[in-house]
């Protein structure tokens, strides 16, 4: 018997569904719309197995959801901006954009080879005019509605490469490419008002039911509504000091109060050197809220204090804080080394006094002796008039007080900050805004959009090459005519992955998208990603969607109806005697295949370019065939967990796909006679259940009854049921792997596609037990099991319990004292 030749297949129904644009989803179409997207890549140059497993699971619901009457929209597209392009510029002499468009091409390239059921007629790259020309129209739209501003904020700046570095970019406060001290800096920077659709984004959460609880609270966390209050310290020197704190009721433990060095206070004593070389430290620093958090917690004492206001008699000490930030709330804060780690820590290192003020358990002695600060619940000590309160009502107290007594409010803060999006790159939207020293900012009108990168541009120097280009920079200014300067800024890549959903929904030439059209397919039925991206794209994703929806171009708010975050595919790391880390393809039986030397075998970790073990598909693809690595995918761990990449399982799944060959085309397969009702119920049953696992994204389980079924039909007689079983299979695989599918389909002498038939229909009756299991009891204890048929009568059940031999054996001739019958579930005999 011929085997499946994998390789012939799939070259050739991928051929077909090219040619009959199978996959091309229809605006106009009447059947119901069902929108399925996967998070789209990062044009990196090659596709690795974790990509392969997230396009696998939403192709698998994408072809299913076909097959059960829907208009599928199943788009592809690159997140085709950032830095990568720049580096590879650097490193190699070639263009971003050459760099990327060739990765795109080949990454395509890898993505057909799986045979995914994409619609690539909608395709699109982020870095094209046609894209990014669009995404500037909508920030000027944003920008007129006032959403969006410009202002001083601090970055991190690398002295050496010349340019704003992310937080992930700093690395022990140094750049991640230079090595260079980072330093805090102030530069112009625009900005979206996210914090505007704060409470928004807070109760949206509560609508997404069909996302994971995991992320929702993520993102809760990051957005940070913070009840508290707000009030003013009076200063030593006549002035005063304003703080925010969400825990009012620990305002007795206060030891100190400590001020950003960009605070007011800070600079007004910056004439001082002593001072001006501590703000200069400070600024050396981190900026994000985990570098502050690990680093050491400076202070200089500026010889103020601040006046505690329920008691004048005590005076707090007022220190500029490397952990204090301007950005953050006032950009002062008062410290209680008790109850927080980081004042702790703090107070320690300046011999300030650590004052317990909530209890823990039995202890109330003031003098706080630990190195632990205590942040549980409590009862309020050494507090005044707050003794014995919980934390609750002592927060409730200071605040009706402080408003009472005309010195503070209670307030509400958010921990979310608005979303700024200057980035001091070339390889990037740039941001449509003309600076004239007559006009002031001016939006670039939209007739002259999209503003297109320059070609000709150097990486030879550090920086951003548009801020040195000679020509392209320079400009009329719209409103006056006189000389001016486009802003040289790009946007955050995070933009361009704020809006591509709908541009995939709607993709006219003269607008970012038509309102109906792209509310057709609205929100995202199905998104599927990593994990990762939990908190800022998705985020930053339901936040433009409302933003949009706030200047009439969308009624939509939430973009994504559906979310599942799929575990990544894992696999060894290597290293050699050096250190240097090895790729799986240059590592046999524990030596590096080109030396011999040993190779040291480290965790076994998510697939990551830095660590070189990614595996890449396209060797496996062609020994073992697209179906085989699509089946391995789904079939080995459930999709929320981590799947541990294994050429045995790779082997396991390209003989399933040979074993589901040979049942369906085995002479005689298709015809017999007879009748074989298990068979029957069986097939239906698969059918059901594999419909509900698909939509559940529980892939393994639907696998799980597809082995089910194939062995049962491999072990069977002959029968009509069996052939009808058999006929059916190729519909019933065809989502996992479609290439044997069609193959099997037309062999069967179906016309069309498998991939336009309909999923095999489910008769219900077929799907309830007509037996049931009774457990059988003497004294109450399990003696015996009967199946019977489901409803069997009374009488029935206990004539059929009492003829058992176990039981006859245990009342020895006795008649039962009495006998309890519970239909179809239990026989109760008392002897």
């Known amino acids: 018997m011929s085997r499946f030749n994998a390789l012939s297949a799939d070259a050739r129904w991928q051929a077909v569904w090219d040619e009959r644009a199978t996959f091309a989803a229809r605006d106009d179409s009447p059947r119901p719309k069902s929108y399925v997207l996967e998070m789209f890549p990062y044009p990196s140059g090659k596709i690795h197995m974790g990509h392969v497993r997230n396009y696998t699971m939403g192709d698998v619901l994408a072809r299913f959801r076909r097959m059960t009457g829907h208009e599928v929209l199943h788009p592809m597209g690159w997140d085709a901006f950032g830095m990568p392009a720049e580096n590879a510029a650097m490193e190699k002499g070639v263009h971003p954009g050459a760099w990327t468009y060739d990765n795109i091409a080949s990454m395509k390239a890898q993505l057909k080879r799986l045979g995914f059921a994409l619609d690539w007629s909608r395709e699109l790259a982020t870095c ?80 997404l039911e069909h996302w994971p609880d995991k992320v929702k609270l993520m993102q809760e966390n990051w957005i940070g509504k913070s009840q508290g209050l707000q009030f003013r310290f009076a200063l030593s020197d006549g002035g005063s000091v304003e703080v925010f ?67 004048p008699a005590i005076q707090l000490p007022v220190y500029i804080a490397n952990f204090v930030l301007m950005e953050y709330g006032t950009g002062a804060v008062f410290g209680v080394p008790a109850h927080d780690q980081r004042d702790l820590d703090f107070a320690r290192k300046y011999s300030l006094p650590v004052r317990r003020v909530v209890s823990d358990g039995d202890a109330t002695d003031p003098l706080f002796a630990g190195d632990e600060a205590y942040t549980g619940p409590g009862t309020l000590v050494n507090s005044h008039f707050l003794d014995g309160m919980d934390v609750a009502d002592a927060k409730r107290t200071v605040i009706t007080r402080a408003e009472d007594d005309g010195w503070g409010r209670g307030t509400t803060v958010w921990r979310l900050r608005d979303w700024g999006v200057s980035r001091q790159r070339y390889w990037g939207t740039p941001i449509p805004i003309i600076h004239c020293d007559a006009c002031g900012v001016v939006p670039v009108p939209k007739d002259q959009l999209p503003v297109v990168l320059p070609e000709d541009v150097s990486f030879d120097v550090p920086g951003n090459p548009l801020d040195r280009h000679p020509t392209w920079k320079h400009v009329a200014c719209p409103t006056c005519g006189g000389d001016a300067r486009r802003e040289t800024d790009t946007l955050d890549t995070f933009v361009n992955s704020s809006w591509y959903f709908i541009r995939f929904a709607s993709q006219p030439d003269d607008q970012p998208f038509d309102k109906a059209v792209a509310e057709q397919w609205l929100p995202v039925g199905q998104y599927i990603g990593g994990v990762e991206h939990a908190i800022l794209h998705l985020l930053y994703a339901r936040f433009w969607t409302r933003a949009l929806k706030h200047i009439g171009k969308l009624d939509v708010a939430e973009p994504f109806a ?27 039986g524990g030596t590096v295949i080109a030396t011999g030397e040993p190779v040291t075998v480290g965790r076994v970790e998510k697939m990551s370019k830095s660590k070189k073990n990614t595996v890449d598909p396209s060797p496996i693809v062609d020994r073992y065939g697209a179906d085989a690595v699509r089946w ?86 002959p029968s009509a049921a069996r052939a009808d079983a058999i006929a059916t299979l190729p519909r019933l695989v065809a989502p996992m792997i479609p290439h044997v599918a069609e193959e099997l389909w037309e062999a069967l002498g179906n016309l069309g596609l498998v991939a336009d038939a309909a999923w095999p229909e489910v008769d219900p009756a077929l799907l309830v037990d007509d037996s049931v299991t009774v457990a059988v009891q003497v004294n109450g204890k399990l003696r015996d099991t009967l199946t019977v048929a489901k409803g069997s009568a009374k009488d029935a059940l206990e004539a059929a319990a009492l003829a058992s031999p176990h039981v006859q054996r245990i009342l020895d001739g006795a008649a039962p004292k009495k006998v309890i019958v519970v239909p179809d579930r239990l026989v109760n005999i008392v002897a």
């Not at 970055?155 to 340019?163: E, G, L």
């Not at 595919?569 to 393809?585: F, R, S």
């Not at 594999?690 to 994204?697: G, S, Y």
């Open 128 to 207: 094209d005019p046609a894209y990014y020309g669009h995404e500037q129209a909508l920030f000027l739209d944003l920008l007129a509605a006032g959403l969006v501003y410009r202002k001083e904020s601090s970055v991190n700046w690398d002295p050496v490469d010349m340019t704003v570095l992310a937080n992930e970019q700093v690395i022990d406060g140094k750049g991640w490419r230079s090595g260079a001290t980072v330093e805090r800096r102030k530069l112009n920077q625009w900005f979206l008002k996210i914090t505007d659709f704060a409470d928004e984004l807070l109760d949206g959460l509560d609508t």
């Open 245 to 311: 704190t969400t825990r009012p009721d620990t305002i007795f433990g206060a030891s100190f109060v400590a001020v950003a060095a960009d605070h007011p206070i800070a600079q007004g004593l910056a004439s001082d050197p002593a001072v001006a070389d501590f703000i200069a430290a400070c600024k050396a620093g981190g900026t994000s809220a985990a570098e502050i958090e690990t680093q050491e917690k400076l202070g200089y004492d500026t010889g103020l204090t601040a006046q505690h206001p329920f008691d």
């Open 562 to 588: 559906g979310l599942f975050t799929q575990g990544m595919v894992t696999h060894e790391t290597y290293k050699d005697p050096a250190g240097i880390w090895l790729a799986p393809e240059q590592v046999e």
């Open 632 to 717: 391995f995918m789904l079939s080995d761990s459930p999709p929320e967990r981590d799947l541990p990449w294994s050429e045995a399982g790779i082997e396991g799944a390209w003989r399933f796909v040979q074993r589901v060959w040979r049942l369906v085309t085995a002479e005689g397969a298709t015809t017999a006679a007879g009748d074989d009702t298990a068979i029957t119920r069986l097939l239906h049953r698969t059918i059901a259940g594999i419909a509900e696992d698909v939509e559940a994204l529980a892939f393994n389980k639907a696998v799980a009854k597809l082995y089910t079924l194939v062995a049962a039909l491999e072990k069977a007689q």
